[in-house]
């Protein structure tokens, strides 16, 4: 059919052979190297290096340290050297945790930009093979197709049909055409066809590295959670000095020296709010991240991790995302109906083809088919490697199955390619559905090949074929996609001239079809119940046959029979039944629609992709998750990458935000109770005989033990027991929301009642009552912060063993400011005998004791399918009755925790 006469021959099927067509064979590996060393990578201007000495003037310029250094002015010009030792001890111990925290944070930012670095596919030593960018040099031969980035300046040597987004570069939205002969700059978007080009200039050398360079300098912005608790910090930050400013008034008029109690309000400002927050909060969001990436899960934003904790809908492609990802051609039908098996292990070029279940000779008729698919496709297969030890897909892991399905019939990629080369082409488009190549033959005729979507391929005037082949043939691909199979439709033919519009071609006989599967990962079936006991609804978003869409829903349990499947072809999807999981023939932009419909109903979305054209949805979506083998395009325009490409590991990240969010919530409870405390003795002492409750030094050492290591350890807490089976929380919830801020009230009364019962007590026994309330306010506030961890399953081990080590040794340096002369000649306090230090001891327990007596009820035994780390299993459901730390309501044993409600049902109540 395609040879002639005389030419070599492949499996008894003549093939065409043109010598003079050589792929090009790239700069050798040598090579590379030499020029890598003498360039340096291809990588933009990074921001300059903060060096210790800004770190540390970052520290000392906010407002609060600003107000201890002039309160330390003031001691100092009064000689009061005990307060100014105090104060200048405690602006550098704050600053030496702010800077440790900051440079741990940085580290784990600039671990995650490594880990989510750019890749691109180079021809290195006559081969395809996919590199870091950074390691792009001049000279390299590079490939890009749709959705591919340019990793540096291309000097295009071929261009097919290709059109590139400029925007980052020019700000002008519209694609532009390129062909070969003109560049392609660094950082434009590939939007259709393919391209190949030369580097010419890389790194800072480059369009888009000229650009970075002028903006390199400018720090990142602060993420939403940061903004909230800024403002905060501001609203505690007026509260407390007008508060500290009562307790001035109130000792002045108590006949207490002005500047003394001025530097008590200062000292008290500086106790009350805080000051460590925001660096817990970046902290805990830097780590958080590095923790997801260690899930495999890349956050490229530091806002994605604290809205995983809020999302409600999970709206999830099917292709890599709930399936391996490793594609197979299963089947192989050819035009005349005859069905036959093909067999073989991942992308291996080496399998069986079956028929009747038995192996045969591979017939010429599913070679041809093989061919026409080997033909019109872009993908290539990368052999084993040292480090990599199974074959693997270079491109579209679709068109990867087609190229080894080719291999499993016989046929060597590399000399068919060369033997028919591509003259024409029209790239696949989601309008069209389908692709078009034309290829010259050794006799100078072209053959036209066209595969794509069933019903888009086997349709006239595109196939000249009678309505009985065409049915028969549209009747099988129907059975194979409700066998949950990705069906192509393939059809060929040879011509004189090659098609006016390869995007049209017309006159083409139908060549068969090809079944790809891609079976369901382990565990795939309980990942819908996993999200669906954690109050978030999984929606299967897929471009495929309605049939293979209902196949792979029933399947995971997103759909039976009787439930609604969308069908985008056919109406507007984002109008569809609001309890819709499934909805097939989707395009990519009715994705928008379908998350603007789901957010217009009070969702918070994540949304999978891998595509060029499914960048618009990432961005619109609340989190944009992409594919590590995606497109780069994709990559870029997602908050969180899974290198992965497993659905599953997003639970895990939402699992991982859910539990930062606590830890925050779980140090403002902490350190918020511990400055209304300190506020609540100093104004109530004197109603209870203590005129002056505490000095400034005793408020300030108070402050820098509690407030200091311990709460910082507080923010590494693991996740609690079911984290994954109680409701989203809402975004527009306050930080304080949820009952925290009565917590917070609730444990400052409780901690200031006992402090000022045992200065009471001891001021009516004529015993060193201001010891008592210094010793008793440190130790209780301690005992707090054991009492708020985060619930362990009965019998678990505790896994952040930093807590009650910084407990201790905070607790032994406040007593060792009763204990010690040196630390009573600078605190103020007097010694106290070992009677009354155990009876500090013993009431200082009761605030922590009671909160753990009030919380018992919610430990239980982790659930059925909950893991003691907060991971869930499909089975089962939480303890009835269970209640979270933070006074969030649990789930309902064996179902969400959606206001008691199915996550289905959330759009019939919003």
Aim: glycine share 10%.
């Amino acid at each position: 059919m395609w040879g002639c006469p005389g030419n070599g021959v492949d499996g008894g099927v003549a093939v065409p052979v043109d010598t003079s067509i050589r792929p090009a064979a790239g700069l050798s590996s040598a090579a590379a190297a030499a020029r890598l060393r003498a360039d340096g990578p291809n990588a933009a201007a990074t921001p300059p290096r903060r060096h210790l000495a800004t770190r540390i003037l970052r520290q000392l310029t906010d407002p609060l340290v600003a107000l201890l250094l002039a309160a330390a002015v003031v001691t100092t010009a009064l000689r009061d050297y005990p307060d100014t030792a105090v104060i200048v001890l405690v602006v550098l111990v704050n600053t030496a945790i702010g800077v440790v925290q900051e440079v741990r944070a940085d580290r784990a930012i600039a671990a995650l930009d490594q880990l989510a670095a750019p890749t691109a596919r180079v021809v290195r030593d006559g081969r395809d093979v996919v590199l870091p960018a950074a390691e792009l040099v001049r000279g390299d031969l590079v490939r890009v197709e749709a959705g591919d980035v340019a990793p540096a300046d291309l000097l295009l040597a071929e261009a097919a049909r290709l059109t590139l987004d400029e925007s980052a570069l020019t700000g002008e939205s519209v694609p532009v055409a390129r062909a070969a002969g003109e560049e392609a700059s660094a950082g434009t978007v590939v939007t259709t066809g393919r391209a190949s080009g030369t580097v010419v200039r890389t790194g800072a050398a480059s369009a888009l590295g000229r650009i970075t360079a002028l903006v390199a300098s400018t720090r990142p912005a602060a993420t939403p959670l940061q903004r909230r608790l800024a403002g905060l910090g501001r609203l505690l930050g007026f509260a407390a000095v007008a508060l500290s400013g009562l307790v001035f008034v109130a000792g002045v008029v108590g006949g207490r020296p002005v500047v003394d109690m001025a530097v008590t309000a200062v000292s008290l400002v500086v106790a009350a709010v805080p000051e460590s927050l925001p660096a817990v909060v970046t902290l805990a969001l830097a780590l958080g991240a590095r923790r997801m990436a260690g899930a495999r899960a890349i956050p490229r934003r530091l806002h994605a991790v604290e809205t995983l904790g809020s999302v409600t809908v999970i709206a999830s492609d099917k292709t890599g995302t709930l399936t391996e990802g490793r594609m197979a051609v299963q089947h192989a039908v050819t035009a005349d109906g005859s069905r036959y098996g093909v067999t073989g292990t991942g992308y291996t070029p080496h399998g069986v083809v079956r028929h009747g279940g038995e192996p045969v000779a591979v017939p010429d008729e599913v070679r041809r088919l093989a061919r026409a698919g080997l033909l019109c496709n872009d993908a290539t297969l990368a052999p084993p490697t040292d480090e990599r030890p199974e074959w693997a897909a270079v491109g579209d892991p679709l068109e990867a199955a087609l190229v080894a399905f080719a291999g499993r019939c016989g046929l060597d990629p590399e000399t068919t390619r060369a033997a028919w080369p591509r003259v024409a082409e029209h790239p696949f488009d989601q309008e069209l559905r389908r692709m078009t190549t034309v290829h010259r033959s050794c006799d100078r005729r072209f053959l036209v090949v066209c595969k794509g979507a069933p019903e888009n391929v086997l349709a006239a005037p595109l196939v000249d074929a009678t309505a009985e082949e065409i049915a028969e043939l549209t009747a099988t691909a129907h059975r194979l996609a409700a066998e949950g199979l990705r069906v192509l439709a393939v059809a060929s033919a040879v011509a004189d001239a090659p098609p006016a519009d390869p995007a049209r071609p017309t006159g083409l006989r139908p060549a068969g079809l090809v079944a790809v599967g891609d079976p369901l990962r382990a565990g795939a079936a309980d990942i819908a119940g996993s999200f669906d006991e954690a109050g978030v609804r999984l929606v299967l978003i897929t471009g495929d046959h309605p049939a293979t869409a209902a196949a792979i829903g029933g399947q995971l349990g997103l759909w039976r029979e009787g439930d609604p499947l969308v069908r985008g072809d056919d109406g507007d999807p984002a109008r569809a039944h609001p309890r819709a999981r499934v909805f097939a023939r989707t395009q990519p932009d009715q994705k928008l629609d379908i998350i603007a419909g789901l957010q217009s109903r009070g969702h918070v979305v994540a949304m999978t992709g891998d595509g060029v054209n499914d960048a618009p949805a990432l961005r619109r979506a609340d989190i944009g998750v992409a594919m590590g083998g995606g497109t780069e395009v994709a990559r870029q325009a997602a908050d969180l990458v899974l290198v992965d490409d497993d659905l599953s590991t997003v639970a895990a990240a939402i699992g991982e935000g859910r539990r930062i969010y606590d830890n925050i919530r779980r140090f403002l409870r902490y350190a918020l109770s511990g400055g209304v405390a300190e506020i609540a003795v100093m104004l109530l002492g004197p109603l209870f005989g203590l005129a002056v409750p505490l000095l400034p030094a005793q408020i300030l050492w108070v402050n820098l033990l509690t407030h200091g290591v311990p709460g910082v350890a507080l923010g590494a807490e693991p996740a609690e027991p079911g984290t994954l089976r109680r409701a989203p929380r809402s975004p527009s919830e306050s930080v304080l929301g949820a009952g925290l801020g009565r917590d917070v009230l609730v444990t400052g009364a409780l901690i200031a009642a006992v402090v000022l019962g045992a200065g009471a007590a001891a001021a009516h026994r004529d015993r060193p009552w201001q010891s008592v309330v210094f010793v008793v306010l440190g130790l209780a506030q301690l005992g707090v912060a054991l009492a708020v961890r985060a619930p362990r399953a009965d019998g678990a081990r505790r896994d952040n063993r930093a807590l009650p080590v910084a407990v201790a040794v905070s607790a032994l340096l406040q007593v060792a400011g009763v204990l010690l002369p040196p630390l009573r000649d600078l605190l103020g306090t007097e010694p106290l005998g070992a009677a009354e230090l155990a009876a500090c001891a013993a009431v200082s327990v009761l605030p922590g004791l009671v909160l753990r007596l009030a919380r018992r009820p919610a430990r239980t035994a982790v659930p059925a399918g909950a893991t003691a780390d907060g991971s869930v299993a499909p089975a089962g459901g939480p303890a009835p009755g269970a209640a979270e730390a933070d006074g969030r309501a649990p789930a309902r044993a064996g179902g969400p925790a959606v206001r008691d409600q199915r996550p289905d049902d959330r759009d019939d109540r919003l």
